[in-house]
């Protein structure tokens, strides 16, 4: 697996993600970025893991995904959870990250609970 993302995949990660009024995109270790121009400067000069902070519904919870490379494929991977699963999206299919990102969550959140919408 590899431990990096491609800047066209984590440019137009952003610009999905620019969408939604609660995910919010974030380098591996600090906090999220304050806007999409902020992410892509970021990203032009590092090419480490981004990650989707994703809230839960109804709570002030969040769970953390962190998005990296594998040649074509974008792979999302659940870094909450003690057992991680992970998820692969070809890079023309990016715009349709939401639904797996949350079928890939909600399955493994308490029966009753599920993560933010988009």
């Known amino acids: 697996m590899s431990y ?4 066209h ?10 969408q939604s009024a609660h995910w919010k995109v974030h380098p591996e270790k600090k906090g999220p970025f304050s806007s ?11 090419n480490e893991p981004l990650c989707i902070r994703v809230p839960v519904a109804g709570t002030d919870d969040h769970l953390t995904v962190k998005v990296t490379s594998s040649g074509e494929d974008v792979v999302f991977s659940n870094v909450s959870f003690d057992e991680p699963v992970e998820k692969r999206v ?6 349709l990250i939401e639904s797996t990102v949350t079928d890939m969550l ?12 988009f």
């Open 4 to 7: 990096e993302i491609d800047e």
């Open 9 to 18: 995949h984590a440019k137009t990660l952003i610009g999905v993600l620019e």
């Open 36 to 46: 999409a121009q902020e992410a892509i400067k970021y990203v032009e000069t590092h």
């Open 90 to 95: 070809h890079s023309s299919h990016l715009k």
């Open 106 to 117: 909600n399955a493994k959140l308490p029966e009753g609970q599920k993560v933010a919408s």
